[in-house]
């Protein structure tokens, strides 16, 4: 018998409609033995995450008003789901409680990682599986960062334990002993780590959607769905915005070897996307794999003539940046020109100064920074393998009647990254989605 790790996000567990199907999902294969469950999400499109009201409870309390409002939103959630689900809990107890804490000052991390708590605590009742609280067997260093090591073999041993387990996602435990969260979307993190400590066959990851888009659905109708993609790509997809799955998720199944299967909660039969390692056997229908964006860069502009023959003018530029505590995300380069492409929120506040030190450190012909750019990486392991790719990218922006400001195409040839204006971000996801993924004729 294998083991699977399955994780649920939010929509997934909006209302107890959805826990039934989530309840439906683990009952239906043994090798489910481990639930990651997220916060109730969103139930329609002008609903408030569960977690979004853990936080409101956690501000009104630090300004010393009343959760009345938010704190009775998130009860309601959850009696509804213990209601209709026929739970047998005390379930106010454990509410009053959370609540009790947040007013004592437990802090914003404790409150918002209470969404995930509780629903863990009702999908454990619901299923009869144990309940296995993150703070106990997930750790974040003096830093903040996750203390990998550690995790991996206190939570191992924990699992170990437990024919079944609920593990609530999100959530973990500072050197200090209080509950520290991950970044938004962090249930994804908690599932990779728990199938690597579970040692699983394979992790899943159930969503709303039926796995990784070749597009964001949002900007693209009805997108094909990526049967297969390596860690790699994927890394870049979701970096550049595929925000199907969180950036970090990816490396403590990367590092495990196991394979990642998002599914669709409301279409249980559909395959999804499998992510795993490079595989030939895994020939991908078209050229790319995905296209994926993001708004809000801007470029810092740097040049001078023969800054090429200028030994170290690269590695002063960029102290420029880190003695601002800016950290870059490109660095396409000229002969004459250096590039850095940074977020625009990196360096909000930071401009004048960010120019006069490189002006100090480097004494270029001209320094400026241009504002409202868009990246979009068009990804995929076949482009390697494929003249003409870049042509036709651009061939089509063309055609949009869009003006490329950048253009950034790793070493690796897993990606070509195009700057556009913020403006036309839509309108160039689009275009390159209609220039690669031409739909066969059904005859
Ligand atoms: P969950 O609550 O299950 O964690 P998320 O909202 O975090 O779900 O992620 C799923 C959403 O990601 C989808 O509903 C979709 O709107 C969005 N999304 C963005 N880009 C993509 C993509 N390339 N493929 C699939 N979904 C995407
Ligand atoms: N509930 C958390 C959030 O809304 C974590 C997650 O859903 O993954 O960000
Ligand atoms: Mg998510």
Known sequence: MGIKVAKFGGSSLADAAQFKKVRDILLSDKDRRIVVPSAPGKRSATDVKVTDLFYACNRLAEAGKSMDEPFGAIAERFHSIARELELDLDLDSYLNEVRRQ??????????????????????????????????????????????????????????????????????????????????????????????????????????????CLMADPR??????????????????????????????????????????????????????????????EHESEYVITGIAGHKDFAIINVEKAMMNAELGFGRRVLQALEEQKISFEHMPSGIDTMCVVVHEDAIRGKKEKLIERIRQLCEPDTVEIHSGLALIATVGRGMVRSKGISARLFDALVKAGINVRLIDQGSSELNIIVGVDNLDFENAVRAIYRAFVVKKPRW
């Open 102 to 211: 947040i007013e004592l000052g437990a802090g914003e991390d404790y409150a918002a990682s209470r969404g995930e708590y509780l629903s863990g605590v009702l999908l454990s009742n619901c299923l009869g599986w144990d309940f296995v609280d993150p703070k106990t067997g997930i750790f974040f260093d003096e830093c903040g960062r996750l203390d990998g090591e550690k995790t991996q073999t206190v939570l191992g041993k924990i699992l170990k334990e437990h024919e079944h387990a609920v593990v609530p996602g999100f959530y973990g435990c500072d050197t200090h002993g209080n509950v520290k969260t991950f970044s938004r979307g962090g249930s994804d993190i908690t599932g990779a780590i728990v199938a690597r400590a579970a040692e699983a066959d394979l992790y899943e990851n159930w969503t709303d959607v039926s796995g």
């Open 219 to 280: 900007i693209v109708r009805d997108p094909e769905t990526i049967r297969y993609v390596t860690y790699r790509e994927l890394r870049e997809l979701s970096y550049m915005g595929a925000s199907v799955l969180h950036e970090d998720a990816i490396f403590p199944v990367r590092i495990a070897g196991i394979p990642t299967n998002i599914r669709n909660t409301n279409q249980p039969d559909e395959p999804g996307t499998l992510i795993g390692y490079e595989a030939e």
